[in-house]
Protein backbone atom coordinates (compact mmCIF):
# COMPACT_ATOMS: atom_id res chain seq x y z
CA UNK A 1 0.00 0.00 0.00
CA UNK A 2 1.33 3.41 -0.54
CA UNK A 3 3.18 5.17 2.18
CA UNK A 4 1.51 8.35 3.42
CA UNK A 5 2.44 10.84 5.80
CA UNK A 6 1.68 9.90 9.64
CA UNK A 7 -0.88 11.81 10.86
CA UNK A 8 -2.04 10.15 14.05
CA UNK A 9 0.35 11.06 17.30
CA UNK A 10 2.24 7.79 19.05
CA UNK A 11 -0.28 7.74 21.68
CA UNK A 12 -3.32 8.21 19.49
CA UNK A 13 -2.49 5.63 17.19
CA UNK A 14 -2.01 2.71 19.94
CA UNK A 15 -5.25 4.12 21.62
CA UNK A 16 -6.93 3.35 17.74
CA UNK A 17 -4.83 0.06 17.60
CA UNK A 18 -6.44 -1.16 20.97
CA UNK A 19 -9.80 -0.51 20.00
CA UNK A 20 -10.12 -1.60 16.72
CA UNK A 21 -8.24 -4.76 18.19
CA UNK A 22 -10.45 -5.70 21.02
CA UNK A 23 -8.45 -4.46 23.87
CA UNK A 24 -9.52 -3.21 26.79
CA UNK A 25 -9.17 0.71 27.75
CA UNK A 26 -9.49 2.03 31.01
CA UNK A 27 -12.65 3.15 32.14
CA UNK A 28 -14.21 1.77 28.69
CA UNK A 29 -17.92 0.59 28.83
CA UNK A 30 -18.09 2.10 32.50
CA UNK A 31 -21.39 4.00 31.51
CA UNK A 32 -23.19 0.81 29.66
CA UNK A 33 -21.82 -1.46 33.24
CA UNK A 34 -18.56 -3.31 32.55
CA UNK A 35 -18.87 -7.29 32.66
CA UNK A 36 -17.25 -8.96 35.68
CA UNK A 37 -13.74 -10.15 35.18
CA UNK A 38 -13.72 -13.87 33.53
CA UNK A 39 -11.22 -16.44 35.85
CA UNK A 40 -10.66 -18.94 33.44
CA UNK A 41 -10.08 -17.99 29.39
CA UNK A 42 -12.28 -20.37 27.06
CA UNK A 43 -10.43 -23.51 25.41
CA UNK A 44 -10.34 -22.51 21.53
CA UNK A 45 -8.23 -24.04 18.91
CA UNK A 46 -8.30 -20.89 16.48
CA UNK A 47 -6.82 -21.71 12.39
CA UNK A 48 -3.00 -20.24 12.27
CA UNK A 49 -2.18 -21.41 8.60
CA UNK A 50 -3.55 -20.22 5.55
CA UNK A 51 -4.50 -23.70 4.79
CA UNK A 52 -6.00 -25.07 8.21
CA UNK A 53 -8.13 -21.42 8.13
CA UNK A 54 -9.24 -22.49 4.69
CA UNK A 55 -10.42 -26.01 5.51
CA UNK A 56 -12.46 -24.82 8.84
CA UNK A 57 -14.22 -22.41 6.26
CA UNK A 58 -15.40 -25.48 4.25
CA UNK A 59 -16.52 -27.37 7.12
CA UNK A 60 -18.49 -24.65 8.42
CA UNK A 61 -20.43 -24.21 4.96
CA UNK A 62 -21.03 -27.53 4.73
CA UNK A 63 -22.83 -27.82 7.89
CA UNK A 64 -24.70 -24.87 7.12
CA UNK A 65 -25.37 -26.88 3.35
CA UNK A 66 -26.64 -29.87 5.54
CA UNK A 67 -28.92 -27.47 7.78
CA UNK A 68 -26.22 -28.78 10.57
CA UNK A 69 -24.93 -25.97 11.64
CA UNK A 70 -23.47 -25.64 15.30
CA UNK A 71 -23.48 -21.98 16.17
CA UNK A 72 -19.96 -22.12 17.67
CA UNK A 73 -18.54 -19.67 20.21
CA UNK A 74 -22.05 -17.72 21.42
CA UNK A 75 -22.13 -18.60 24.86
CA UNK A 76 -21.90 -16.70 27.96
CA UNK A 77 -18.43 -17.48 28.75
CA UNK A 78 -17.46 -16.37 24.73
CA UNK A 79 -18.86 -13.20 24.87
CA UNK A 80 -16.97 -12.21 28.09
CA UNK A 81 -13.62 -13.87 26.72
CA UNK A 82 -14.30 -11.53 24.07
CA UNK A 83 -13.73 -8.51 25.71
CA UNK A 84 -10.18 -8.97 26.45
CA UNK A 85 -9.21 -9.29 22.74
CA UNK A 86 -10.16 -10.98 18.95
CA UNK A 87 -8.36 -13.31 17.40
CA UNK A 88 -10.26 -13.89 14.01
CA UNK A 89 -8.73 -16.48 11.66
CA UNK A 90 -10.53 -15.60 8.21
CA UNK A 91 -11.23 -12.04 7.58
CA UNK A 92 -13.92 -12.46 4.38
CA UNK A 93 -14.50 -9.73 1.83
CA UNK A 94 -17.94 -9.98 0.83
CA UNK A 95 -20.99 -8.22 -0.74
CA UNK A 96 -23.42 -6.42 1.28
CA UNK A 97 -26.04 -8.36 0.29
CA UNK A 98 -28.61 -9.74 2.88
CA UNK A 99 -28.47 -13.29 1.73
CA UNK A 100 -25.04 -13.86 1.90
CA UNK A 101 -23.82 -12.90 5.44
CA UNK A 102 -20.41 -14.80 6.23
CA UNK A 103 -20.73 -15.79 10.05
CA UNK A 104 -23.93 -17.71 8.79
CA UNK A 105 -23.16 -19.33 5.57
CA UNK A 106 -19.90 -20.41 6.92
CA UNK A 107 -21.56 -21.58 10.61
CA UNK A 108 -18.84 -19.20 12.74
CA UNK A 109 -19.23 -17.62 15.71
CA UNK A 110 -18.34 -14.18 18.04
CA UNK A 111 -14.71 -13.66 17.36
CA UNK A 112 -13.98 -16.00 14.53
CA UNK A 113 -14.08 -13.75 11.32
CA UNK A 114 -13.24 -10.82 10.39
CA UNK A 115 -15.70 -9.58 7.53
CA UNK A 116 -15.76 -6.75 5.45
CA UNK A 117 -18.14 -5.77 3.27
CA UNK A 118 -18.91 -3.29 0.16
CA UNK A 119 -21.29 -3.71 -2.46
CA UNK A 120 -19.86 -6.36 -4.94
CA UNK A 121 -16.53 -6.43 -3.21
CA UNK A 122 -15.38 -3.04 -4.67
CA UNK A 123 -12.23 -1.87 -2.95
CA UNK A 124 -11.29 1.79 -1.63
CA UNK A 125 -9.17 3.10 0.56
CA UNK A 126 -11.43 2.11 3.75
CA UNK A 127 -11.84 -1.50 2.16
CA UNK A 128 -8.12 -1.72 1.47
CA UNK A 129 -7.58 -0.41 5.06
CA UNK A 130 -9.75 -2.88 6.82
CA UNK A 131 -8.05 -5.88 4.90
CA UNK A 132 -4.60 -4.69 5.78
CA UNK A 133 -5.68 -4.01 9.67
CA UNK A 134 -6.93 -7.38 9.92
CA UNK A 135 -3.54 -9.07 8.19
CA UNK A 136 -0.99 -6.71 9.59
CA UNK A 137 -2.65 -6.03 13.18
CA UNK A 138 -4.31 -9.14 13.79
CA UNK A 139 -2.26 -11.49 12.00
CA UNK A 140 -5.19 -13.32 9.99
CA UNK A 141 -3.85 -15.81 7.88
CA UNK A 142 -6.60 -16.23 4.93
CA UNK A 143 -8.91 -13.72 3.24
CA UNK A 144 -11.40 -14.33 1.20
CA UNK A 145 -13.21 -12.77 -1.61
CA UNK A 146 -16.27 -13.66 -1.73
CA UNK A 147 -18.45 -13.41 -4.83
CA UNK A 148 -21.89 -14.76 -5.11
CA UNK A 149 -24.93 -15.66 -7.44
CA UNK A 150 -26.80 -12.95 -8.64
CA UNK A 151 -25.30 -9.79 -7.33
CA UNK A 152 -27.21 -7.06 -7.98
CA UNK A 153 -24.12 -4.60 -8.25
CA UNK A 154 -22.81 -6.70 -10.77
CA UNK A 155 -26.12 -6.54 -12.52
CA UNK A 156 -26.49 -2.96 -12.11
CA UNK A 157 -22.76 -2.51 -13.98
CA UNK A 158 -24.05 -4.76 -16.72
CA UNK A 159 -27.14 -2.87 -17.36
CA UNK A 160 -25.47 0.29 -17.37
CA UNK A 161 -22.88 -0.78 -19.70
CA UNK A 162 -25.53 -2.14 -22.41
CA UNK A 163 -27.78 0.05 -22.11
CA UNK A 164 -26.01 3.94 -21.35
CA UNK A 165 -28.22 4.37 -18.56
CA UNK A 166 -26.72 6.94 -15.77
CA UNK A 167 -27.01 6.20 -12.42
CA UNK A 168 -27.38 7.68 -9.28
CA UNK A 169 -23.81 9.05 -8.23
CA UNK A 170 -22.51 6.99 -5.76
CA UNK A 171 -23.53 3.94 -7.13
CA UNK A 172 -22.39 4.95 -10.71
CA UNK A 173 -19.24 4.43 -8.93
CA UNK A 174 -19.59 1.14 -7.82
CA UNK A 175 -20.47 0.03 -11.26
CA UNK A 176 -17.36 2.16 -12.16
CA UNK A 177 -15.32 -0.25 -9.97
CA UNK A 178 -16.70 -3.60 -11.90
CA UNK A 179 -16.98 -2.08 -15.43
CA UNK A 180 -13.29 -3.61 -16.33
CA UNK A 181 -14.53 -6.98 -14.87
CA UNK A 182 -17.34 -7.66 -17.70
CA UNK A 183 -17.28 -10.28 -19.32
CA UNK A 184 -18.06 -9.66 -23.52
CA UNK A 185 -17.70 -13.26 -24.01
CA UNK A 186 -21.18 -14.19 -22.89
CA UNK A 187 -24.91 -12.47 -23.13
CA UNK A 188 -27.83 -11.95 -21.31
CA UNK A 189 -28.16 -13.54 -17.62
CA UNK A 190 -24.96 -15.63 -18.57
CA UNK A 191 -22.92 -11.74 -18.28
CA UNK A 192 -23.89 -11.38 -15.20
CA UNK A 193 -23.18 -14.57 -13.93
CA UNK A 194 -19.21 -14.87 -15.53
CA UNK A 195 -18.75 -11.14 -14.64
CA UNK A 196 -20.00 -11.95 -11.18
CA UNK A 197 -16.23 -14.58 -11.16
CA UNK A 198 -14.72 -12.45 -12.99
CA UNK A 199 -14.76 -9.48 -10.32
CA UNK A 200 -13.65 -11.76 -7.75
CA UNK A 201 -10.45 -12.83 -9.62
CA UNK A 202 -10.39 -9.05 -10.40
CA UNK A 203 -10.57 -8.14 -6.70
CA UNK A 204 -8.40 -10.82 -5.47
CA UNK A 205 -5.51 -9.81 -7.84
CA UNK A 206 -5.80 -6.08 -6.90
CA UNK A 207 -5.80 -7.39 -3.31
CA UNK A 208 -2.71 -9.95 -4.21
CA UNK A 209 -0.46 -6.96 -5.78
CA UNK A 210 -0.20 -4.98 -2.35
CA UNK A 211 2.77 -4.73 -1.60
CA UNK A 212 2.09 -5.15 2.70
CA UNK A 213 0.19 -8.07 1.52
CA UNK A 214 2.04 -9.56 -1.45
CA UNK A 215 5.05 -9.91 1.59
CA UNK A 216 3.12 -12.33 3.34
CA UNK A 217 1.57 -14.44 0.52
CA UNK A 218 5.28 -15.19 -0.52
CA UNK A 219 6.62 -16.16 2.99
CA UNK A 220 3.38 -18.25 3.32
CA UNK A 221 1.97 -16.75 6.26
CA UNK A 222 -1.12 -15.12 4.26
CA UNK A 223 -3.30 -16.68 1.38
CA UNK A 224 -5.67 -14.69 -0.54
CA UNK A 225 -8.21 -16.60 -2.58
CA UNK A 226 -11.52 -16.05 -4.24
CA UNK A 227 -14.79 -17.80 -3.93
CA UNK A 228 -18.28 -17.52 -4.96
CA UNK A 229 -21.61 -18.88 -3.03
CA UNK A 230 -24.30 -20.11 -4.65
CA UNK A 231 -27.69 -18.79 -3.64
CA UNK A 232 -29.56 -22.01 -5.11
CA UNK A 233 -27.28 -24.77 -3.43
CA UNK A 234 -26.22 -22.50 -0.37
CA UNK A 235 -22.72 -23.85 -1.04
CA UNK A 236 -19.33 -22.00 -1.55
CA UNK A 237 -16.77 -23.00 -3.86
CA UNK A 238 -13.20 -21.86 -4.85
CA UNK A 239 -12.47 -19.32 -7.37
CA UNK A 240 -9.29 -20.37 -9.48
Known sequence: MTTKPDLIPTGRRTLLRAALGGGVVAGAGLALGAPPAVGATRTRTRPTTPAAALRELTRGNRRWHALRQVHPHEAMADRLAAVSGQHPFALIL????????PEVVFDQGLGDLMTVRSAGEVLDEAVLGSVAFGVLELGIPLVMV???????????????????EQLPAHIAYVADQIRPAIDHGHTGQDRVDATVTANVRLVRSRLAAEPDLAAKVATGQ????????????QLVHRIA
Open 94 to 101: GCIDSRVP
Open 146 to 164: LGHQSCGAVSAAVHAEETG
Open 222 to 233: LAIVGARYELGS
